[in-house]
């Protein structure tokens, strides 16, 4: 599975509209020991969204949503050359860098997409690609809607 940088900040930054949503996909990830995956430039992203934050709103609060004893396990993806070998020849629809890299990587590894980025849902599905918003995925996978 691979997770949009605007999932694991709705998840990480209390008062996002969808930071309940985004803990309770947290929580359920954490619980099924999900095979999470994101590429490294997902880390860029969420530090470059902290810092706007900052910029735009002063202090953000930042909820822990993981611990020690119960970890949400992400492996990181190098995006190096043989990433874009394999990754950034699927003729894939135009999207910008980091949205293109995501999406790259759920495709080429088979990997469901949790995005709550229109344009990249859009693209998701027209690349065939198994994607979900976040309520769309809990309501799949917990059989209750977005509350």
């Known amino acids: 599975m691979v997770l949009d940088a605007n ?5 990480a930054v209390a008062g996002r509209p969808r930071h309940a949503l985004a803990l309770r996909l947290v929580r359920f990830l954490i619980e099924t020991k999900a095979d999470l995956r994101i590429p490294w430039t997902t880390m860029l992203e969420i530090h470059s ?5 900052r910029i735009d709103g002063g202090p953000i609060e930042i909820a822990l949503f993981a611990s020690e004893d119960e970890p ?3 492996r990181t993806v190098a995006v190096d050359q043989a990433f874009v070998g394999r990754h950034l020849t699927l003729g894939l629809p135009y999207l ?3 949205d293109a890299v995501q999406l790259s990587l759920a495709k ?3 990997c469901i997409l949790i995005t709550e980025d229109k344009q990249l849902y859009v ?5 065939s690609v198994e994607v979900y918003r ?3 995925f809990l ?3 917990e059989g209750v809607g977005p509350g």
Not at 7 to 11: G, I, K, R, S
Not at 49 to 53: G, K, P, V
Not at 123 to 127: G, W
């Open 7 to 11: 999932v694991l900040l709705d998840a």
């Open 108 to 110: 080429a590894d088979g």
């Open 134 to 136: 976040i309520a769309e």
């Open 49 to 53: 969204s902290l810092a706007r934050f």
């Open 139 to 141: 309501d799949e996978v």
């Open 72 to 74: 949400l396990e992400v």
């Open 123 to 127: 693209r998701a599905k027209e690349a």
């Open 96 to 98: 910008k860098a980091g």
